[in-house]
């Protein structure tokens, strides 16, 4: 049976790059701390490594931290609070639950930015919230959504934040390969990444500290990673994840061209179903995402019956232990249950192509055929 993997936002398939890039570094021994020849080449591949991640990200060398994946990067940045953070309500669920449960800023659930029915964070709300005798000291808001693609405005918002004391957090775990990065340009004083969103190996990801901005170990008992993160480092992970960022930098123009192949998709979509919706479609959105439900046909039924199929697609966020959770992100843009339970995720990437497309829409015309309240409605 062919398979169609649409599934990317949730994880990238290894780019070749990355694959020989951790077999190469898993056939040399030797700690990248240790002084001997084996552990200097260990060191050479690690800042190797590093000197991509910078460029992919807009930084230098030096400014990147790397983590055990964009989960710990985006924990880490968000102990810079001191009295709280403010989120934006589409943030990642490694945000939010950081902030509930950080030791660095206490047991406190985070100040909720609301987002508009498009998912874009509103800014004039997000000042206010930052009005006031002692309000939170750092900002969190996110490059790109997981789930619906859309771009949040993140330099202003960091302006925002600025003017009034805060620092601003960028997580840019779903952006990072699909469209440029900056972090001066943001205006960010902390973004995270995550290797295996953009063809690296899963495990491991990024802190990139703006100069001069520094966060307190979430790991202490080492002086790796410049004393920002204790630990002997994963180094085929970070091999693999450096390849990765090369080649995500390389092809960063042709990524860009998805957004044909997006469009398309729901031009087909709502040709075959004219009530579906594509959320957050009036916003900027990355190139590869596609975030959409018709009424009456649930998304974990869809889910299942694409999965039987040979289709891989996303329904929620794909961090919730293999269970397709009621999706927080579309619940914050006025969307009510009912379209929530029905939305799923396509999900484009490197190795993405037209027949990936041609077979989806043929398996879920198939689906739409199954559901008679669907198809009458599509007629």
């Given at each position: 049976m062919r398979a169609s993997y649409l599934d990317y936002n949730a994880t990238a398939p290894l780019r070749p790059e990355a694959r020989h890039a951790v077999i190469a570094a898993l056939a040399q021994p030797g700690n990248a701390s240790s002084v001997h020849g084996f552990g200097r080449a260990a060191r050479q591949a690690v800042e190797a490594a590093r000197e991509s991640v910078a460029a992919l990200a807009g930084a230098r060398p030096e400014q990147v931290v790397f983590t055990g994946g964009g989960t710990e990067a985006n924990n880490m940045a968000l102990r810079a609070a001191r009295r709280g953070v403010v989120a934006s309500a589409g943030e990642h669920d490694s945000v939010l639950g950081a902030c509930a449960s950080g030791s660095a800023i206490g047991a406190c659930a985070p100040v909720i930015a609301p987002v508009d029915s498009s998912g874009v964070v509103d800014l004039e709300q997000l000042a206010r919230l930052l009005d006031g005798e002692a309000p939170p000291d750092v900002v969190a808001v996110m490059l790109a959504n997981n789930e619906t693609g859309v771009i949040q405005p993140v330099a202003e918002a960091a302006r925002i934040a600025h003017g009034r004391g805060a620092v601003l957090h960028c997580d840019a775990v779903q952006a990072a390969g699909k469209i440029p990065l900056d972090l001066t340009a943001l205006g960010a004083d902390s973004m995270s990444l995550s290797a295996h969103k953009l063809g690296g190996p899963q495990g491991t990801g990024a802190l990139i500290l703006r100069a001069g901005h520094e966060i307190e170990p979430l790991l202490r008992g080492g002086g790796q990673e410049r004393n920002r993160r204790a630990g002997t480092e994963n180094v085929a992970a970070i091999a693999g994840f450096g390849a990765a960022a090369r080649a995500a930098s390389r092809d960063l123009d042709t990524f860009m061209e998805l957004a044909a192949q997006r469009d398309d998709l729901e031009r087909q979509v709502l040709a075959l179903a004219p009530e579906a919706r594509v959320h957050g479609a009036a916003a900027p959105r990355l190139p590869n995402t596609s975030c959409f439900g018709v009424p009456g046909l649930a998304a974990e039924t869809l889910v299942m019956a694409l999965d039987l199929s040979g289709v891989a697609v996303g329904?929620?966020?794909?961090?919730?232990?293999?269970?397709?959770?009621?999706?927080?992100?579309?619940?914050?843009?006025?969307?009510?249950?009912?379209?929530?339970?029905?939305a799923i995720r396509i999900s484009l990437g490197w190795a993405s192509g037209e027949e990936d497309i041609a077979y989806f829409m043929a398996a879920w015309q198939t689906c739409l055929n199954r559901n008679p309240s669907v198809k009458r409605a599509a007629v």
């Open positions: 329904a929620g966020s794909a961090c919730s232990s293999g269970k397709a959770a009621s999706s927080h992100v579309l619940r914050a843009m006025g969307i009510g249950e009912a379209r929530v339970a029905e």
